[in-house]
T-cell receptor, first 113, second 113 residues
């Protein structure tokens, strides 16, 4: 079946602009996670959804970052007033339940010029 | 906070065994994972081990866990050129939350033909 998909695969933007990154989880997966992977680093947790609600957003670096999952399926990560330090690969993962294996998407590479 | 360390690079000849090491600080880790990341692809779960196990073998992969030293290793037998990738250890557990994966910095494995 289809895996986790993320769009766009690449996004180049200018400093100060607003961007949205989309994640389509595996159908039926109730848990959804966002991670950020900077160059040469491992992924870092950003936020976790169980259904429609953000169960833990403690990894969001500041209030410029926000994520939604209005219908409990697709999720959008929103970044306002982008900064060069936001450049990274943003990974999305989903799982059937909170303690189960997380399946990762290919990521969106964000470059802020 | 939690810390997970890995050596950055490993180079082996095709057919040899590879051993990738990982040290961590969170002794409450419940699940410990090994992921593989190839260029342009998402993270692929290779194997995992529960914290109450010392060893797990899965075909060419052997995971060893030394809880006393907080050391996790992944051995790949008969390494092939297709094994060239970045390998991440990760854990989840009581301190981090079972839904939140903490990743190491990754080890880049290069297999020489």
């Amino acid at each position: 079946g289809a895996g986790v998909s993320q769009t766009p695969s690449n996004k180049v933007t200018e400093k100060g602009k607003y961007v949205e990154l989309r994640c389509d989880p595996i159908s039926g997966h109730t848990a959804l996670y966002w991670y950020r992977q900077s160059l040469g680093q491992g992924p870092e947790f950003l936020i976790y959804f169980q259904g429609t609600g953000a169960a833990d957003d403690s990894g969001l670096p500041n209030d410029r970052f926000f994520a939604v999952r209005p219908e409990g399926s697709v999720s959008t990560l929103k970044i306002q007033r982008t900064e060069r330090g936001d450049s990274a690969v943003y990974l999305c993962a989903s799982s059937t339940a909170v303690n189960n294996e997380q399946f990762f998407g290919p990521g969106t590479r964000l470059t802020v010029l | 906070g939690e810390d997970v360390e890995q050596s950055l690079f490993l180079s082996v000849r095709e057919g040899d065994s590879s051993v990738i090491n990982c040290t961590y600080t969170d002794s409450s880790s419940t699940y410990l994972y090994w992921y593989k990341q190839e260029p342009g692809a998402g993270l692929q779960l290779l194997t995992y081990i529960f914290s109450n196990m010392d060893m797990k073998q899965d075909q060419r992969l052997t995971v060893l866990l030394n809880k006393k030293d907080k050391h996790l290793s992944l051995r790949i037998a008969d390494t092939q050129t297709g094994d060239s990738a970045i390998y991440f250890c990760a854990f989840s557990g009581a301190t981090s939350g079972t839904y939140k994966y903490i990743f190491g910095t990754g080890t880049r494995l290069k297999v020489l033909a």
